[in-house]
Nanobody
Framework: QVQLVESGGGLVQAGGSLRLSCAVT????????MGWFRQAPGKEREFVAA????????YYTDSVEGRFTISRANVGNTVYLQMNSLRSEDTANYYC?????????????????WGQGTQVTVSS
């Protein structure tokens, strides 16, 4: 049974930083492509960032490019999202996702496993 465990959310002032973490538990011997999505109240879930299994390839949505950085641990299936220069519009519940795949995945339907989400609130 694969589970994703997220941590690192919280309340931060605009301009501040947060670092989210997501660890895959269960079938950790498989390589997983991983990504971050977010969902604000009253809005659909949207793509934020993704990384392939080696960490060499990343992809970001335009609104976070240059402010957020996705990375992964050298060993195992743990992924991080470093969020800098946070804005009020970044406020959302952030979800980690994983799929046994060698490529970068950016669409919700492409992922097999999801975390429970961690809340990020940016105060202006």
């Amino acid at each position: 049974q694969v589970q994703l465990v997220e941590s690192g959310g919280g309340l931060v002032q605009a301009g501040g930083s947060l670092r989210l973490s997501c660890a895959v538990t269960g079938r950790t011997f498989k390589p997983y492509a991983m990504g971050w999505f977010r969902q604000a109240p009253g809005k659909e879930r949207e793509f934020v960032a993704a990384i392939n299994i080696s960490g060499a390839r990343t992809y970001y949505t335009d609104s976070v490019e240059g402010r957020f950085t996705i990375s992964r641990a050298n060993v195992g299936n743990t992924v991080y999202l470093q969020m800098n220069s946070l804005r009020s519009e970044d406020t959302a519940n952030y979800y980690c996702a994983a799929k046994y795949s060698t490529v970068v995945l950016t669409r919700i339907a492409e992922y097999d496993y999801w975390g429970q989400g961690t809340q990020v609130t940016v105060s202006s």
